[in-house]
């Protein structure tokens, strides 16, 4: 028996980095597993609805469907998101906009959609994946780091809001985590520097290196298991002691 055995966990942007690991892990602790994805795709173990967390109709559709077949929703993981270089004069409003919408209004969508169903049926998990970035500053990331404070602030507020009704909200805080995701964006961002730009990116946590996704699975499986069950309202580090001993 797993430690989510019996368990019903909803996970968005679940098919690759970050959301793939914590997948991964939860199958393997003996979850029933949904990921939510913008397009379609195959995740091994996983049913996967297409669906926009941007879209709240949609998110509203597909997670009372899960919750349909199979008869309550214990965990819902809000990974998704979306990144962005720039400062408040070169970030345009549509830039800031599209930032805000997938990583601010996605996992409030997928809040209000799964929380009725938790109410319902008596309680349930939720983990959002903030930043680092939520609570210190990194140059150029003014529409990421908006959206990721507003997502560890949304995390606090659940948290406060459904104690009494047997529901716990946390919130990981990663440093760099080396997924395919980063590798896109230093190639996107730093042609020709990719090289350059993934030391120096790496050698900024003072651990000496970027996490690997399945180490962001572990805190995960943690913060939504019962193993958890007195922590609740908390945004953990796990950065590599980039927030503590920087």
Same mark, same amino acid.
């Given at each position: 028996?797993g430690?989510?055995? @019996?368990k019903t966990?909803?996970?968005? +942007? #679940?098919a $690759?980095?970050?959301g793939?690991?914590i997948?991964?892990?939860f199958i393997?602790?003996g979850?029933?597993v949904?990921?939510?994805?913008?397009?379609m795709c195959?995740?091994?173990?996983?049913?996967?609805?297409?669906?926009d967390?941007?879209? +709240?109709?949609?998110?509203? %559709?597909?997670?009372?469907?899960?919750?349909? /077949?199979?008869?309550? *929703?214990?965990?819902?993981?809000?990974?998704? @998101? *979306?990144?962005?270089? #720039?400062?408040?004069?070169?970030?345009t409003e549509?830039e800031?906009?599209?930032?805000?919408?997938?990583n601010?209004?996605?996992?409030a969508?997928c809040? /209000?959609?799964?929380?009725?169903?938790m109410? %319902?049926? @008596?309680g349930?998990?939720v983990?959002?994946?903030?930043?680092?970035?939520?609570?210190?500053?990194? %140059?150029?990331?003014f529409a990421?780091?908006?959206?990721? +404070?507003?997502?560890?602030?949304?995390?606090? $507020?659940?948290?406060?809001? !459904?104690?009494d009704?047997? *529901?716990?909200?946390?919130?990981?805080?990663p440093?760099?985590?080396?997924?395919?995701?980063?590798?896109? !964006?230093?190639? &996107?961002n730093y042609?020709?520097?990719?090289?350059e730009?993934?030391? &120096?990116l $790496?050698k900024a946590?003072?651990? #000496?290196r970027?996490?690997?996704?399945?180490?962001?699975?572990?805190?995960?499986? !943690?913060l939504?298991?019962?193993e958890?069950?007195? *922590?609740? +309202?908390?945004?953990?580090?796990?950065? #590599?002691?980039?927030? $503590?001993i920087?």
């Amino acid at each position: 028996m797993g430690r989510l055995a @019996g368990k019903t966990a909803i996970v968005t +942007g #679940g098919a $690759s980095g970050i959301g793939l690991a914590i997948v991964q892990r939860f199958i393997a602790e003996g979850a029933a597993v949904e990921v939510l994805e913008r397009e379609m795709c195959v995740v091994e173990g996983a049913v996967v609805s297409v669906c926009d967390v941007a879209d +709240g109709a949609r998110v509203e %559709a597909v997670v009372n469907e899960i919750h349909g /077949r199979r008869g309550r *929703i214990d965990i819902l993981v809000n990974n998704a @998101g *979306i990144a962005h270089v #720039g400062n408040a004069l070169t970030t345009t409003e549509a830039e800031f906009e599209r930032v805000q919408r997938v990583n601010v209004f996605g996992p409030a969508n997928c809040l /209000r959609s799964t929380l009725r169903h938790m109410v %319902a049926d @008596g309680g349930g998990v939720v983990l959002n994946l903030a930043s680092c970035v939520s609570v210190m500053a990194i %140059a150029d990331r003014f529409a990421y780091g908006t959206s990721k +404070g507003a997502v560890l602030a949304m995390t606090y $507020s659940v948290a406060k809001d !459904f104690l009494d009704k047997g *529901i716990r909200c946390n919130a990981l805080l990663p440093g760099r985590v080396h997924t395919p995701f980063v590798d896109g !964006f230093i190639a &996107k961002n730093y042609p020709g520097r990719e090289a350059e730009m993934f030391e &120096k990116l $790496s050698k900024a946590q003072p651990i #000496g290196r970027m996490a690997r996704p399945e180490e962001m699975a572990h805190a995960a499986l !943690f913060l939504c298991s019962d193993e958890a069950e007195f *922590i609740t +309202g908390v945004g953990l580090p796990v950065d #590599g002691g980039t927030l $503590s001993i920087r």
